[in-house]
């Protein structure tokens, strides 16, 4: 009988995103094989092999001016990210002020477009870069 527990669980799905797209191109051994730079004015944001690929579930606001009509909701679950341990390990990122209680937003440090990552207070040495939110060059 625990056997067959055991099978049943197995199937059971996982709480934990899984990988949704080929990332080959993109990750060396695990890490960043390229540059990630901004989408909008070309500054680095992080040099290869620093950031650490990770499938999370990450809500970020949609990268766009703010009006009067945007609302707290207006963003996208991503699950593609870079895991960068440490803040002086980026080239040139900048942080918003905090919201939400606990979480700051990265954006360019150049331009200040963003956001392009996201970090908790609770978590101070872990940073994520959404890898749809820069280029890899």
């Keep these: 009988m625990a056997a067959a527990q055991e099978a049943d669980e197995g199937n059971l799905?996982?709480?934990?995103?899984?990988?949704?797209?080929?990332?080959?191109?993109?990750?060396?051994?695990?890490?960043?094989?390229?540059?990630?730079?901004?989408?909008?004015?070309?500054?680095?944001?992080?040099?290869?092999?620093?950031?650490?690929?990770?499938?999370?579930?990450?809500?970020?606001p949609h990268m766009k001016m703010k009006s009067e009509n945007q609302k707290p909701e207006d963003g996208e679950t991503l699950t593609d990210f870079w895991l960068i341990q440490g803040m002086y390990t980026f080239e040139n990122v900048g942080f918003t002020n905090t919201v939400s209680g606990d979480v700051k937003y990265m954006i360019c440090a150049d331009c200040e477009v963003g956001p392009i990552g996201w970090s908790s207070l609770q978590d101070k040495n872990n940073f994520y870069i959404a890898v749809d939110r820069v280029k890899h060059v």
């Design 13 to 60: 799905p996982s709480d934990k995103p899984q990988q949704t797209r080929d990332m080959s191109d993109l990750v060396t051994d695990g890490k960043n094989g390229k540059t990630l730079t901004c989408e909008r004015c070309g500054s680095k944001v992080l040099l290869p092999g620093l950031g650490t690929y990770v499938v999370k579930q990450i809500f970020l």
